[in-house]
Structure formats: C-alpha cells, structure tokens
C-alpha cells in the first residue's frame, strides 16, 4: 500500500466532517478550517461551495493542503493533527505498520505523534480547544462515548 492510497483512505474517512467537501479535477475542495469559521465568508455572505479556499492536492505521492485565502500549507498528517486527533493516531499506526513514519518520511513515529499531542492538549496554545472540539465531534460520528 502506498503513501497516497493511505492518505485517500483516511481523507474519505473525515470528508463528511469537514464543511463543503468536494472533489474537483485533481484536488479537493473545502471550507478552510483555519480561516473560514461559521456560515458567513469574511465580507459577510452566505458560505457556499465556489467561496471555499482550502483544497487537499497531491504532491507526488502525498497530499497537502492549501488555502488560498489565509495562506497555510500543511502536509497531510499535520492537518489530521490539527484536527482530527483520534484519526491521526490510526493514520500514525497503519502507517508505522507498514514501515512509513519516522526520519525520511512525511509522518511522525507513533511515539513522536503521542508525545506531540498529548504536549498540544495540555498546553495553553490556542489550537487545543480547537482539536478537542474536533475530537468530540469526529467521537460523536463515528457513534463511539
């Protein structure tokens, strides 16, 4: 199993979590979640899918996201971290599984990934809350708790 195929399955996996998802050409379209926050764009319209600026795209043989309205970049395991916490620890796993986490690779080792988050979730930084609240959200749809 490659790098890419593994990204693809756990993009599908969240796809439903995250607002205005859809697939274009060769990329992936949606609402930024760093940027684009609630149901109004920055001048105050009504969101809707041609107004989202973040999109997973493939770069070689991995996915990365982009937006083109507030400008952050992050590879894909960067993002699931961000915001899916739980999927990113079955990301790390499969991963690790197959021998492709750690140095010279584009993820952290299970043991990197866990120190990382659990470091993120009992700080003061600002992006915390915002990946529980993911947490519970992507807890909630998947029916466990």
Known sequence: MTIATIEEKYLNRINGLLPFFSKQLNAYRLQCPYCQLGSK??????????RCKGFFYSNGN????????????????????????????????????????????????????????????AGPSTGAGEGMESERQETACRGIG
């Open 41 to 50: 764009d920055h001048k105050g319209r009504q969101m809707t899918a041609s």
């Open 62 to 121: 991995a996915l990365n996201y982009k937006c083109h309205r507030c400008g952050v970049g992050k590879q894909f395991h960067t993002f699931l971290e961000d915001h899916f916490p739980l999927t990113f620890f079955d990301y790390v796993e499969e991963r690790e599984g197959l021998g492709l986490t750690g140095k010279g690779t584009n993820a952290p080792s299970l043991s990197n990934a866990a120190q990382r988050v659990a470091g993120r979730l």
